[in-house]
């Protein structure tokens, strides 16, 4: 399977509050996480990415937490703030001799002043 | 640096026209990409490119045909293109050391009447 499940489809989160993003996904080939972030009319952008060897990783106030044994990945952002209102995409990819990419739906978040 | 640029930004066809679609990369990337997103659905893989020369069919590849004449510089072409195609087309790229971290262009909206 190919497919990276990603939910919420649309979350509304206070300023200052914590935004949780989640993906899943079926196939154990991927070995590369990666989350972009989309503001509208713009291009995806990279934001934070992860590997399985790791269960979590931080940047900012970005963290990624990684279950490998469940197939599931989450991202969340700590004192969301308005500007942190995007689409944010999870993903997954693996090398096929050229690096593929399966994306997730996208999550519409928007934080309230 | 540009980074990745696409031309056109907009372009409204008719069904059965023709179009080529050009991305341009000045990062001395090996792998570019084209995606479609549509909404709801994320970004799919349309074509991809490992090198000059080089091109690979990715999700979504019937409809669509690319060429890579040139390292800096990935083409898409609708030969008669149809409404199921309207949609935003991403181009991305990504250098060899680090082939799995995608740069995104600012994306062509397309419309097919």
Known sequence: ?113 | NAGVTQTPKFRVLKTGQSMTLLCAQDMNHEYMYWYRQDPGMGLRLIHYSVGEGTTAKGEVPDGYNVSRLKKQNFLLGLESAAPSQTSVYFCASSPLGTPDTQYFGPGTRLTVL
């Open chain 1, 1 to 113: 399977q190919q497919q990276v499940k990603q939910s919420p489809q649309s979350l509304i989160v206070q300023k200052g509050g914590i935004s949780i993003i989640n993906c899943a996904y079926e196939n154990t080939a991927f070995d590369y996480f990666p989350w972009y972030q989309q503001f509208p009319g713009k291009g995806p952008a990279l934001l934070i990415a992860i590997r399985p060897d790791v269960s979590e990783k931080k940047e900012g106030r970005f963290t990624i937490s990684f279950n490998k044994s469940a197939k599931q990945f989450s991202l969340h952002i700590m004192d969301s703030q308005p500007g942190d209102s995007a689409t944010y995409f999870c993903a997954a990819t693996y090398d096929t001799g050229g690096f593929k990419t399966i994306f997730g739906a996208g999550t519409r978040l928007f934080v309230k002043a």
